[in-house]
């Protein structure tokens, strides 16, 4: 079975530049997970979505961020406009009953901002 | 202060010892715990449950202490491809439903 996909693996850019990341979750799964991990902060919880709906974005950091889950098998991370403090390891994951379950994780998009 | 706290590490230890890690949370209405481990460079991936009664899966063992908010991962006849980082994870209700991670401990197994 596939694993949960991301896209791109690596990105980088200049700052003030749009920046749009890709996941896939697992088929079936309905809960899908945006985080980011630098070495300062960590794993943070950006944003989770439950049956396409999102449930908690407290931890975006700021309007500069957006996600959307458009339907069952797709999410997207928005950064518009980026900064260089942006840079980090975005992770999708996904879990198929709710937020309390094993979470099933993508293998991340490397972000860097020039 | 942190809602879940580790101690960052790294521990340094030969092949064949035995080491534990400890996990602290500060929700005493946390209601799920779990140990995931992440190799460097990769995704986190989910090492096991801790259950209350505690829980064990080959060389590794997993405890909670709820009167002491903690949970515990002992891994015993280290290998060398044990070295990772592991982090804990707790969960709770809190409006929404929270999933919280630690920073991880990292492990270096040494020959």
């Known amino acids: 079975d596939a694993g949960v996909i991301q896209s791109p693996r690596h990105e980088v850019t200049e700052m003030g530049q749009e920046v749009t990341l890709r996941c896939k979750p697992i088929?079936?799964?309905?809960?899908l997970f945006w985080y980011r991990q630098t070495m300062m902060r960590g794993l943070e919880l950006l944003i989770y979505?439950?049956?396409?709906?999102?449930?908690?974005d407290s931890g975006m950091p700021e309007d500069r961020f957006s996600a959307k889950m458009p339907n069952a098998s797709f999410s997207t991370l928005k950064i518009q406009p980026s900064e260089p403090r942006d840079s980090a390891v975005y992770f999708c994951?996904?879990?198929?009953?709710?937020?309390?379950?094993?979470?099933?994780f993508g293998p991340g998009t490397r972000l860097t901002v020039l | 202060r942190k809602e879940v706290e580790q101690d960052p590490g790294p521990f340094n230890v030969p092949e064949g010892a035995t080491v534990a890690f400890n996990c602290t949370y500060s929700?005493?209405?946390?209601?799920?715990f779990f140990w995931y481990r992440q190799d460097c460079r990769k995704e986190p991936k989910l090492l096991m449950s801790?259950?209350?009664s505690g829980n064990e899966d080959g060389r590794f063992t997993a405890q909670l202490n709820r009167a002491s908010q903690y949970i515990s991962l002992l891994i015993r006849d280290s290998k060398l491809s044990d070295s990772a980082t592991y982090l804990c994870?707790?969960?709770?209700?809190?409006?929404?439903?929270?999933?919280?991670f630690g920073t991880g401990t990292r492990l270096k197994v040494l020959a």
């Open positions: 994870v707790v969960t709770h209700t809190s409006g929404t439903y929270k999933y919280i």
């Open positions: 979505f439950n049956n396409n709906v999102p449930i908690d």
């Open positions: 088929s079936g799964h309905n809960s």
């Open positions: 929700n005493s209405a946390s209601q799920s």
């Open positions: 801790v259950y209350s």
């Open positions: 994951a996904s879990s198929s009953l709710g937020a309390g379950d094993t979470q099933y």
